[in-house]
């Protein structure tokens, strides 16, 4: 079994920043990509960056520029730094990755249980 668990949200003010954390754990045997995605009210659930296990990274043009994806592989973990938010970065925030387990070589989707982000103006 594996796990994802996101940390980091909150409120902040607009302009301010947040570092959301996202963390695997479980029978774990390779990590593939990992992506953070954001679902606010009303609103399908969005896919903000992703970074692969090499390192590659992409970006929402929605975002860019102003948050920044990063990972530690001895960690499983992956990183988002929100720099600049706005009152419209306003959403559930959530963390998706492809692991491998150790009972099976095949890749699945895992996703983390959110954590909110509000950014007041």
């Known amino acids: 079994q594996v796990q994802l668990v996101e940390s980091g949200g909150g409120l902040v003010q607009a302009g301010g920043s947040l570092r959301l954390s996202c963390a695997a754990s479980g029978s774990i045997s390779s990590v593939n990509a990992m992506a953070w995605y954001r679902q606010a009210p009303g609103k399908q659930r969005e896919l903000v960056a992703i970074?692969?296990?090499?390192?590659?990274?992409n970006y929402a043009d929605s975002v860019k520029g102003r948050f920044t994806i990063s990972r530690d592989n001895a960690k499983n973990t992956a990183y988002l730094q929100m720099n600049s938010l706005k009152p419209e970065d306003t959403a559930v925030y959530y963390c998706?990755?492809?692991?491998?387990?150790?009972?099976?070589?095949?890749?699945?989707?895992?996703w983390g249980q959110g954590t909110q982000v509000t950014v007041s103006s």
């Open positions: 970074i692969t296990s090499g390192g590659s990274t």
């Open positions: 998706k990755a492809g692991v491998a387990t150790t009972m099976s070589l095949r890749l699945y989707d895992y």
